[in-house]
C-alpha cells in the first residue's frame, strides 16, 4: 500500500518529529510503501499566488502544482502530522492544500452539488495541542482543532474514511507518557 505523509514541523527535535518516526517504522514493519512530505525540510512555498490562481482559473495547472498533485494522486492511503497552531495547521500545510486541492483534481461542482474527487481509502490526521482536553471540552471547541482539516476538506473532497488522532498537553508530558503515545502510534502505522 502506497501511504504519503505530510508531515509539517519546523524543529528535527521536536515530539512531532518523534511521532513521525514511529509511524514510518510502523507502516514499514506493515510492508508500506512510505513517501514521506516534509514540507519545512523542503521549504515548500506556501503560498499560491495571483499567477498561480489566474492560471488555474483558466484551466491551466501550473507545473509545480501539477507535480505537487501528482505525489498526492499516486499515493492510495494519506497520513498528516503536525502541531495544533492557533486552532489550525501550521500555515506551511494550509498553504499545501490551497495549492494542492484545486477545483477539478480535488472537487468538482456539478448539478448535484459538491463531488469530491479524492480515491483514497483512508486518511489519518495527527494533531498535538499543548492545550489540555478539558480546556477543549470546556471551552466547545473541540471539534475546530480537527475538522476544518478531517470534514472541512478531506471529507469534502471525497475521502470517506478520515480518521483523527489528538494528543494534548503535549509541552509538559513526562517521557513515560511521550513514550506510551509513541508505541501507540507506531502500533497505529502497523494497522494503518
Ligand atoms: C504559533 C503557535 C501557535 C499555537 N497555537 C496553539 C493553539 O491554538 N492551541 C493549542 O492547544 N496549542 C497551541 N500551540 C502549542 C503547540 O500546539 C504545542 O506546543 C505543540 O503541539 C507541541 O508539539 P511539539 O513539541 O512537537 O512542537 C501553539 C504553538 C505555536 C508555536
Same mark, same amino acid.
Given at each position: ?19 513521525? $518516526?514511529?509511524? &514510518?517504522? %510502523? !507502516?514499514?514493519?506493515? @510492508?508500506?510503501?512510505? +513517501? #514521506? ?73 456539478? $448539478?448535484?452539488? &459538491?463531488? %469530491? !474527487?479524492?480515491?483514497? @481509502?483512508?486518511?489519518? +490526521? #495527527? ?66
Amino acid at each position: 500500500m502506497k501511504t504519503l505523509i505530510v508531515y509539517a514541523h519546523p524543529n528535527p527535535q521536536s515530539f512531532n518529529r518523534a511521532i513521525l $518516526d514511529a509511524l &514510518v517504522a %510502523g !507502516l514499514q514493519a506493515a @510492508k508500506h510503501e512510505v +513517501v #514521506i512530505k516534509d514540507l519545512y525540510a523542503e521549504n515548500f512555498d506556501p503560498v499560491l499566488k495571483a499567477q498561480d490562481l489566474e492560471q488555474l482559473q483558466s484551466g491551466n495547472i501550473p507545473p509545480r502544482i501539477q507535480a505537487e498533485q501528482q505525489t498526492l494522486l499516486d499515493a492510495e492511503q494519506i497520513i498528516f502530522i503536525y502541531p495544533l497552531w492557533w486552532f489550525d495547521r501550521p500555515a506551511i500545510l494550509k498553504g499545501w492544500f490551497d495549492i494542492v486541492f484545486t477545483n477539478q483534481v480535488a472537487f468538482t461542482f456539478n $448539478d448535484k452539488g &459538491v463531488q %469530491g !474527487l479524492l480515491k483514497h @481509502k483512508k486518511a489519518l +490526521v #495527527i494533531i498535538t495541542a499543548g492545550g489540555s482536553e478539558s480546556y477543549f471540552q470546556d471551552t466547545d471547541a473541540m471539534p475546530l482543532i480537527h475538522r476544518p482539516v478531517t470534514d472541512g476538506t478531506l471529507g469534502f473532497c471525497g475521502i470517506q474514511d478520515v480518521q483523527h488522532k489528538i494528543y494534548f498537553d503535549v509541552p509538559s508530558l513526562t517521557d513515560e507518557k511521550r513514550q506510551r503515545i509513541l508505541q501507540e502510534i507506531e502500533q497505529a502505522g502497523k494497522e494503518f
